[in-house]
Nanobody
Framework: QVQLVESGGGLVQAGGSLRLSCAAS???????IGWFRQAPGKEREFVGG????????YYAESVRGRFAISRDKDKNKDYLQMNSLKPDDQAMYYC????????????????????WGQGTQVTVSP
């Protein structure tokens, strides 16, 4: 059984920072972990991901240079450091585990993910 638990969301002013955590348990070795977000009335969109081999995170263009993903292998946790937050970043943030084992490339589509956490809300005030 795979369980993903996000935490760290909250209210922040534009220009501020937040760090989200994704605690993973169960079968996660060999799978990509991705971060997505979903604002009300919009589709869930890719934010960034970490390959199963922990080689260099990859990001959506909208957050590149502002967001950074890291991994603590000992704790089996991924982190999403979000800096220079904008009102457009306001959304529910989710982490997910890829559907495919040892995917050969970047995993950016929601249908490529099989398991999701419950989400953590990020609110950015102007």
């Amino acid at each position: 059984q795979v369980q993903l638990v996000e935490s760290g969301g909250g209210l922040v002013q534009a220009g501020g920072s937040l760090r989200l955590s994704c605690a993973a348990s169960g079968r996660t070795f060999g799978y990509d972990i991705g971060w997505f977000r979903q604002a009300p009335g919009k589709e869930r969109e890719f934010v960034g991901g970490t390959t199963w081999s922990s080689e260099g995170p990859y990001y959506a263009e909208s957050v590149r240079g502002r967001f950074a993903i890291s991994r603590d292998k000992d704790k089996n946790k991924d982190y999403l450091q979000m800096n220079s937050l904008k009102p457009d970043d306001q959304a529910m943030y989710y982490c997910g585990r890829s559907r495919g084992l040892m995917p050969g490339g970047e995993v950016r589509r929601t249908d490529e993910y099989e398991y999701w956490g419950q989400g953590t809300q990020v609110t950015v005030s102007p």
